[in-house]
């Protein structure tokens, strides 16, 4: 069935890292994939999209690339911030709208 | 416009109660799904329900119900709570089509406590 594999946590950097947390995927046909970030306290908030191969998803200066070749939808970001310390959740949606969720990488940056 | 909105925020109930969460949609949104995160399991699918019927259903026991009124808003109930039932419980709302574009928006969740 559908899956989501993405990098085990917790990722700590400093402040002006780049930040890389890996996502692959394990579908049939052509999902669509999303990164969705839950802030401490709150639910999560939709960070970015991409529905077909090759599409790049962007906001707030993150950056995903869906890879069809490796099955893969890495989220990137060139010089991370203390407020980007959050959960990322990396996430496809198959035929009849069901979302298949990884089990979110936390992250913390220090000043 | 207004976003998900989930009632109650928090919840304590103790072991053998029931428990009933409230899911307002965004409006125009016909698609409710709910999930159940725990910090051991993740965000887990409980099932979506699209103009009042249960379309998808993830892998929870029938303690765990839902429905759908006519204006969209859904509920969850959970029956016989146990310990392990002790979650945030996140509802997501979307226009529930079939097309690429759909996205699933999140509300704050109810956190419950069972002791």
């Known amino acids: 069935g559908d899956s989501v594999t993405q990098m085990e946590g917790p990722v700590t950097l400093s402040e002006e890292a780049f930040l890389t947390i890996n996502c692959t995927y394990t579908a049939t046909g052509y999902p669509s994939l999303f990164w969705y970030v839950q802030y401490p306290g709150e639910g999560l908030q939709l960070l970015l999209k991409a529905t077909k191969a090759d599409d790049k998803g962007s906001n707030k200066g993150f950056e995903a690339t869906y890879r069809k070749e490796t099955t893969s939808f890495h989220l990137e970001k060139g010089s991370v911030q203390v407020s980007d310390s959050a959960v990322y959740f990396c996430a496809l949606r198959h035929t009849g709208n069901q979302f298949y969720f990884g089990t979110g990488t936390s992250l913390t940056v220090i000043p | 416009k207004a976003g998900v909105t989930q009632t109650p925020r928090y919840l304590i109930k103790t072991r053998g109660q029931q428990v009933t969460l409230s899911c307002s949609p965004i409006s125009g949104h016909r698609s409710v799904s709910w999930y159940q995160q725990t910090p051991g399991q993740g965000l887990q699918f409980l099932f979506e329900?699209?103009?009042?019927?249960?379309?998808n259903k993830g892998n929870f026991p029938g303690r765990f119900s839902g429905r759908q009124f006519s204006n969209s808003r859904s509920e969850m109930n959970v029956s016989t709570l146990e310990l392990g039932d002790s979650a945030l419980y996140l509802c997501a709302s979307s226009l529930g089509l079939a097309g690429d574009s759909d996205t699933q928006y999140f509300g704050p969740g109810t956190r419950l406590t069972v002791l």
């Open positions: 329900y699209f103009s009042e019927t249960q379309r």
